[in-house]
């Protein structure tokens, strides 16, 4: 009966024009589209017994159709309370996690994209997994009403920076982003939200050519390719100078700020001549660069002693860029940044 609407079987995910396009279908009027899309994304009720304005024979209609895409199935927080990370249980079982950050007056969510990922870089917790599935823009937008719900503070950020490359699943991912952003439902300002990229150039340019709102960041890695290439097989498809290529023209067609990410690698990355490398790379763009002290995972890498950091620092004194360090929260129960992986890729009701 539904089978014209798109992942048809969740009410989380579908826009106000898919929800009036609903409401019509079940012979209902245009606006009782607009009420539920109020009830879902503004109120974020959980059940239709709640949706008091809505006629109950819309209600019994919708009965058929559930709302919420994702289960939560496990939480771990963090002993200061300011961490939280939480593994969703999709319809076919696989499962996905997000984390909860608390900072200050910030309250981030860190949201996932992909189950799994096809990137392979080799320090990253998630690409052991392989890439499994795409989320679609419900399950990626249902982290973040879930997270809303056990949040005592109203979530003022959003990062795509959980599970999986958000630019190979571009479209459920924008499609997300523009539901969290849509003024006449969550109503989270763009600037607010960020999507991350290990780099994938088309995706890039496309992004700025369509002058997406959202804060950009690029994965570098590396400040020189052949250092990249080595724990990032994904610059084998695009050399380090094509991608600060792509980004500087970003900046200049979009007029915004790029960030850049940089993961420190005790001994790989980690020289004061590595700092002065990057500084030559990407002094030239209107940027901001972002330092991830590696969080450790089973595996070869380490992450350099705070002292090493602290010098790595230090260059950027007098860089025409801000540089801030990521002292990841969350290390405790492999919340911090790279260590999402489910090790058990199924949920198993036992659990
Ligand atoms: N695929 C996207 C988004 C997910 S990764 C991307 O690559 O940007 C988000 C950030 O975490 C990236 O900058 C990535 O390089 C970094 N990261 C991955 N594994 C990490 C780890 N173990 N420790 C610290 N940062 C890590």
Known sequence: ????????????????????????????????GKQLFNWLYVQQVDNYENMS??????RNKLKNLSIH?????????????????????????NLVESVLMHEGSRTTVCLSTQVGCAVDCDFCATAKMGFIQNLTSGEIIDQ?????????NKITNVVFMGMGEPFLNYKNTLEAAHLLHDSRGINMGAW??????????????QYAKDKEPFKLAVSLNGSNNNQRLKIMPITNACTLDELIEVSKAYTLKTRKRITFEYVMLKNINDSMQDAKNLISLIKSI???LN???????DGP???????????????????????????????DIDAGCGQLITKESKYNEKN
């Open 286 to 288: 209107k940027c901001k």
């Open 192 to 205: 607010r939200i960020t999507i991350s990229t290990a780099g994938i150039v088309r995706k890039i340019n």
């Open 291 to 297: 330092l991830i002290p590696y969080n450790e995972i």
């Open 53 to 58: 304005n809505l006629p109950v024979d819309f």
């Open 301 to 331: 890498y380490r992450r350099p002693d705070d002292q090493t950091i602290m010098i790595f620092l230090k260059v950027f004194k007098n860089a025409p860029f801000p540089v801030t360090v990521r002292w990841s929260k969350g290390q």
């Open 69 to 93: 895409p994702l289960k939560l199935v496990q939480q771990k927080i963090t002993d200061s309370k300011q961490t939280g990370k939480f593994l969703f249980s999709l319809n076919n079982g």
């Open 1 to 32: 009966m539904y089978d014209n609407l798109k992942n048809s079987t969740f009410l989380i995910g579908k826009t106000l024009e898919e929800l009036e396009e609903l409401a019509i279908l079940l012979n209902h009027k245009k606006f009782r």
């Open 144 to 152: 973040f009403l879930h997270l809303q719900k056990m949040s005592d």
